[in-house]
């Protein structure tokens, strides 16, 4: 009679476990589908909001800024969304095509001389302070290599090549670390190769590499372990996309991805699970314009915008 006592009050201890960790499960995931964006302003400078157009846009999570790429200009925005600094009105520092800001504040950029890509590293204020040579990258990796995205993480500097869907991986100083082709990592054909475009890259801060190819209807995570998890949908209803764009990653792990042709940001949680979708064709606070560049800073969203509409800031609350 004791050891059936002890056989049932087992059972009722384990069923009453996983009635807790299902109802724990169901709540977490409420939780997650109660993603609010909420509007907050549009970059502006003194004379106003910043009529950008398809701007790049950069973090800096050293001192809580946002870098917007303009042609060649570097804008830098404070929490207000305000400009506050700005360098490279003249080219002095080349073509630029990307920048990052590592651990120490300083500033690194990729740029072009004609035909040429270089790293450059500047103080917090944009002067110059040293040029990278880049170091030890095979040949058959630097070859036909353009890259038009930079990124960095955690001391690693990630250059991406968009046609080729290649990644080149460094240290701080420019020593190659390794190469990553994200083509073979999709499972398409390398007969794709060049004709098969990625058009929104971005790393968080484990690693992991996000990617977008809108021919593909598709969005992609490359984990540093290289497993690959994708979301593949295709159509004009809420969770399918038309032209896929950006894409980032937020710190708690929510997966942004804009859509140019639906004029919106579809909204994932960690395993591509679609939340909803933020904006709409057309004006005002919450319309979009051709959505693509997207930047995380905090608990804020940054989305460039075409027709002059500038960058789009909104509070995520989870």
Request: charged share 20%; hydrophobic share 40%; net charge neutral.
């Amino acid at each position: 009679m004791v050891g059936r006592k002890h056989r049932v009050r087992r059972l009722l201890f384990f069923f009453l476990g996983v009635l807790a960790l299902v109802l724990t499960t169901q709540a977490a995931s409420v939780a997650a589908e109660k993603i609010e964006p909420l509007f907050l302003y549009k970059l502006s400078d003194f004379e106003g909001i910043v009529p950008f157009s398809g701007v790049k846009m950069f973090s800096d999570v050293v001192f809580n800024e946002m870098y917007v790429l303009d042609g060649g200009t570097i804008r830098i925005y404070n929490q207000a969304g305000m400009e506050v600094y700005r360098f490279n009105d003249d080219g002095s520092l080349g073509n630029l095509y990307g920048c990052v800001v590592d651990k120490d504040g300083n500033i690194i950029a990729l740029a072009y001389d004609q035909s040429q890509y270089f790293l450059i590293r500047c103080n917090y204020r944009g002067d110059l302070a040293a040029r990278l040579e880049l170091k030890n990258i095979p040949s058959d990796v630097q070859a036909g290599f353009r890259p038009t995205f930079l990124a960095y993480r955690e001391g690693h500097l990630y250059l991406a090549d968009s046609g080729s869907m290649t990644v080149l991986v460094t240290d701080e100083q420019g020593v190659f670390e390794q190469s990553i082709d994200l083509l073979d990592a999709t499972g398409l054909p390398k007969t794709r190769r060049g004709s098969t475009d990625m058009m929104g890259f971005s790393v968080n801060r484990e690693g992991s590499i996000f990617f977008t190819i809108p021919t593909e209807f598709c969005a992609y995570r490359r984990s540093p372990n290289g497993e690959v998890t994708s979301y593949c949908q295709r159509g004009s209803a809420a969770g399918k996309f038309n032209v896929a764009a950006g894409i980032v990653s937020d710190d708690s792990g929510y997966i942004y991805v804009s859509d140019k042709l639906k004029s919106s940001v579809l909204i994932f949680d960690n395993n591509f699970k679609f939340l909803r979708q933020l904006g709409y064709r057309g004006y005002g606070p919450y319309g979009m314009i051709i959505p693509e560049e997207m930047a995380v800073l905090g608990n804020k969203l940054y989305v460039s915008q075409g027709a002059e509409q500038g960058v789009s800031v909104f509070s995520i609350t989870h």
